[in-house]
Antibody, heavy 117, light 107 residues
Framework: EVQVVESGGGLVQPGGSLRLSCAAS????????MNWARQAPGKGLEWISH????????YYADSVKGRFTISRDNAKNSLILQMNGLSAEDTAVYYC??????????WGQGTLVTVSS | EIVMTQSPATLSVSPGERATLSCRAS??????FAWYQQRPGQAPRLLIY???TRATGIPARFSGSGSGTEFTLTISSLQSEDFAIYYC?????????FGRGTKVEIK
């Protein structure tokens, strides 16, 4: 069974940093690009970053470019999002998202990041 | 960036009725297009990909159509579990972009 489980969310002060992790299982992680998406409270979905299977190509949404860094460890089936320079606008549930595997995509349950003083 | 515009913002439908949701892309995305459903407190669930292919486990009452810039999601006979928010997404270009969502509510 494919599973992705996010962790690392919490309360952080404006300007602070946080590191999110996603543990993947049930599929050959090293074969697939991976994504992060987020959803601010009561708002819609926002894709924020993608990393290819071998980490050779990375994309970011303009809203996080220069502040967030996506990375992965294929030996540990792990996806990471390092978030720096956080502001209130980054308050959201952050999701780890697979691409299409077979005939569906898989989303974790999300981890809540709250940026507040 | 490709802007995805969904309409209507809210759709009031009685159980058993048909619902039609629309999404327009600001430029062609070919058929690299998906629909997601999100129930309160849950992660999004993929309904349709490649504009018209149902994802794993999605009932046949959900159907998608369109290509290029105009897309439609049809729910043929609404069930109680279908009242939710629906998002469209293009995956033809970076950045990937979502529409703002259509809330399907009980009439």
């Amino acid at each position: 069974e494919v599973q992705v489980v996010e962790s690392g969310g919490g309360l952080v002060q404006p300007g602070g940093s946080l590191r999110l992790s996603c543990a993947a299982s049930g599929f050959t992680f090293s074969n697939y690009g991976m994504n992060w998406a987020r959803q601010a409270p009561g708002k819609g979905l926002e894709w924020i970053s993608h990393i290819t299977s071998s980490s050779d190509t990375i994309y970011y949404a303009d809203s996080v470019k220069g502040r967030f860094t996506i990375s992965r460890d294929n030996a540990k089936n792990s996806l990471i999002l390092q978030m720096n320079g956080l502001s209130a606008e980054d308050t959201a549930v952050y999701y780890c998202v697979t691409p299409l595997i077979g005939t569906t995509t898989y989303w974790g349950q999300g981890t809540l990041v709250t940026v507040s003083s | 960036e490709i802007v995805m515009t969904q309409s209507p913002a809210t759709l009031s439908v009685s159980p058993g009725e048909r619902a039609t949701l629309s999404c327009r892309a600001s430029q062609s995305v070919s058929n690299n297009f998906a629909w997601y459903q999100q129930r309160p407190g849950q992660a999004p669930r993929l309904l349709i990909y490649a504009a018209s292919t149902r994802a794993t486990g999605i009932p046949a009452r959900f159907s998608g159509s369109g290509s290029g810039t105009e897309f439609t999601l049809t729910i043929s006979s609404l069930q109680s579990e279908d009242f939710a928010i629906y998002y469209c997404q293009q995956y033809n270009n970076w950045p990937r972009t979502f529409g703002r969502g259509t809330k399907v509510e009980i009439k």
